[in-house]
């Protein structure tokens, strides 16, 4: 069962931020945020994670708040092409866990970016 | 850079025939794969993960089977196919289970 709560879609100006929340309130000390997106018919995308600290890349910025209870993906400059359903995901790493590496998708949240 | 494929990207089949699906993952070594299944509307599923060579471990019981007779490659298959294994297949990698993963484009199923 995923342990995220999204919602369940946002609309976005081309060109604006967009800001994507997740609450993930029971998460452990030793769990990671992970985002995924999906466009239509496509394999999911791996696109950010993090622990504890903030983590920007070349695609987006997560900002994990310091409770970990929640966070926020934020993609700079929205163009038409990051119109896609957004996953956020908790992801146990330790290992001899019995952690399988298994991602456990929500529905996300779907993203649509507007002209 | 790594890259992994999957074919055929779509297919068609009758009720209670055999099912091949195939994944190759080029540009790494020993790596972690994955077969997720995602029904229509619904999330992904892991359906089998494998740390290595005939090494393969089942999340869920079903119809299905998954073998790795190599190092880069993950095959799912069925001998005899159901309604219910309709859906889009994906396959995904990763170099340790503290990396992320990394998905192909998938198959769609459809079961006549």
């Known amino acids: 069962d995923a342990k995220t709560t999204q919602p369940p879609s946002m609309d976005c100006a081309e060109g604006r931020a967009a800001n994507l929340p997740c609450n993930h309130s029971?998460?452990?000390?030793?769990?990671?945020v992970y985002w995924y997106r999906q466009i239509h018919s496509q394999g999911p995308q791996y696109i950010i994670h993090g622990l504890k600290n903030n983590e920007t890349n070349e695609m987006a910025s997560l900002i994990i708040t310091e409770d970990r209870k929640s966070s926020t993906l934020i993609l700079p400059h929205a163009t038409l092409r990051d119109t896609a359903v957004y996953y956020c995901?908790?992801?146990?790493?330790?290992?001899?866990?019995?952690?399988?590496?298994?991602?456990?998708f929500g529905q996300g949240t779907t993203l649509q970016v507007k002209p | 850079s790594q890259t992994i494929h999957q074919w055929p990207a779509t297919l068609v089949q009758p009720v209670g025939s055999p099912l091949s699906l195939e994944c190759t993952v080029e540009g790494t070594s020993n790596p972690n794969l994955y077969w997720y299944r995602q029904a229509a509307g619904r999330g992904l599923q892991l359906l089998f993960y494998?740390?290595?060579?005939?090494?393969i471990s089942s999340e869920v019981p079903q119809n299905l089977s998954a073998s790795r007779p190599q190092d880069r490659q993950f095959i799912l298959s069925s001998k005899k196919l159901l309604l219910s294994d309709s859906g889009f297949y994906l396959c995904?990698?990763?170099?340790?289970?503290?990396?992320?993963?990394?998905f192909g484009d998938g198959t769609r199923l459809s079961i006549l």
């Open positions: 494998s740390i290595g060579i005939d090494q």
């Open positions: 995904a990698w990763n170099t340790g289970f503290d990396q992320p993963q990394h």
């Open positions: 995901i908790v992801y146990n790493l330790l290992p001899f866990s019995g952690n399988t590496g298994k991602l456990i």
């Open positions: 029971t998460i452990s000390g030793n769990e990671y």
